[in-house]
C-alpha cells in the first residue's frame, strides 16, 4: 500500500475491541483513541452482543476467549447482519498468525487478522485499508 | 541545573531498560500513545499489568501445585499471561513465558516448575526496574519543561 493513501486519522470512527485481557483491551483501546476512534470495550462475547449496533464500523476481537470465541461470534455477528453494508468490519486480533488462523478467520467470515500488540503505524494502514476495502487478508 | 541533570539519569535509566532487553519496541509504541490528553498512559498500562499479572501468576502457580498437571490448562494461563507482557513491552518476561509453553508442549514438568521460577523472577525485577523509572521520571517532570527555552 502506498503511503500516500494511509488515512492518518480516523476521528469519531465507531470501533468495538472485545478481549478479555484487561492490558490488551486498554492498550488496543489507547492506540485506536490515539488515531481519533470512538472505543467501546468489552471482556466477552455476551457483553458485546449487548452492544453491537449498526453504529460501530469496526470490530477488532481477540480469537482466543473463554466461553464462545472470536470465531463462533463472527458467525452469530453474521447472523446478526444479514446485509453486508450494515455490518462492522470483523478484524481478529491474535498473538499467533498462522497459515491454520488466517483460514479459521477466512471461514468464520472475518475480514482480516492482524498480530498483537499493533503498532500505531500498522494500525493506521489497516484501518485506511479496511475502511477502503472491507478486507484485510495480507499474503502469508 | 537539578532538573536538567535529573531528566539526564531518566534518560539513561529508559536506555538501560531497552539495552539489558528488559523492555522491546513495545514499550516505545506505549510511550507514543502518551499525549496531554492521556499524559500518564504508559505508567497506567504498567500499573494495570502488575495488578493484573499478579493475579495470573497465582493462578498458575496454584495450577502447577496440583497433580497431575494439566497441561493444556497450563498452557491456556500462559497464552493469556504472554499477551499482556506482550502488549506492554515486557521482553525478558515474554521470552520466559514463550519457554514455559515450549515446555507445556512437551509435556516437561520439570521444564515448567523451573521456568516458572525464572519467570517470576523476571517479572519482579522488571517491576522494580519500571517503579523507579516511573518515579524518577515524575520527579523530573514533563520533557516539554526541558525544552522550553530559558
Do not use: W
Amino acid at each position: 500500500m502506498q503511503a500516500n493513501h494511509v488515512q492518518t486519522n480516523f476521528p469519531g470512527l465507531k470501533v468495538i475491541v472485545m478481549d478479555d485481557d484487561g492490558v490488551s483491551r486498554s492498550v488496543t483501546k489507547g492506540l485506536l483513541v490515539h488515531l481519533g476512534c470512538d472505543v467501546t470495550t468489552v471482556s466477552s462475547s455476551d457483553e458485546f452482543l449487548q452492544v453491537i449496533s449498526q453504529e460501530h464500523k469496526v470490530v477488532f476481537m481477540d480469537v482466543c476467549m473463554p466461553g464462545i470465541d472470536g470465531y463462533e461470534l463472527a458467525a452469530r455477528i453474521h447472523e446478526k447482519f444479514t446485509k453486508r453494508h450494515e455490518r462492522p468490519v470483523l478484524v481478529a486480533l491474535t498473538g499467533n498468525i498462522n497459515k491454520m488462523t488466517k483460514e479459521s478467520c477466512m471461514r468464520v467470515g472475518m475480514d482480516g487478522v492482524i498480530l498483537k500488540p499493533v503498532s500505531v503505524d500498522k494500525m493506521r494502514s489497516v484501518l485506511s485499508e479496511l475502511l477502503e476495502h472491507r478486507v484485510l487478508f495480507e499474503a502469508m | 541545573m537539578e532538573r536538567t541533570h535529573m531528566r539526564r539519569q531518566v534518560g539513561l535509566m529508559r536506555q538501560s531498560l531497552f539495552t539489558q532487553g528488559f523492555l522491546d519496541e513495545q514499550f516505545i509504541q506505549l510511550e507514543e500513545l502518551q499525549d496531554d490528553a492521556n499524559p500518564n498512559f504508559v505508567e497506567e498500562i504498567a500499573t494495570l499489568y502488575y495488578c493484573d499479572s499478579s493475579k495470573s501468576l497465582q493462578t498458575i502457580e496454584q495450577a502447577l501445585e496440583k497433580t497431575p498437571h494439566d497441561f493444556n490448562k497450563l498452557d491456556n494461563h500462559m497464552h493469556q499471561f504472554k499477551g499482556s507482557s506482550s502488549s506492554i513491552g515486557a521482553k525478558k518476561v515474554k521470552d520466559e513465558c514463550q519457554q514455559f509453553r515450549e515446555y507445556c508442549k512437551a509435556g516437561n514438568r520439570e521444564g515448567c516448575m523451573r521456568t516458572f521460577q525464572l519467570l517470576k523472577k523476571e517479572h519482579a525485577t522488571l517491576k522494580k526496574k519500571l517503579e523507579a523509572y516511573f518515579q524518577m521520571a515524575r520527579q523530573a517532570g514533563p520533557l516539554e519543561t526541558a525544552s522550553r527555552p530559558k
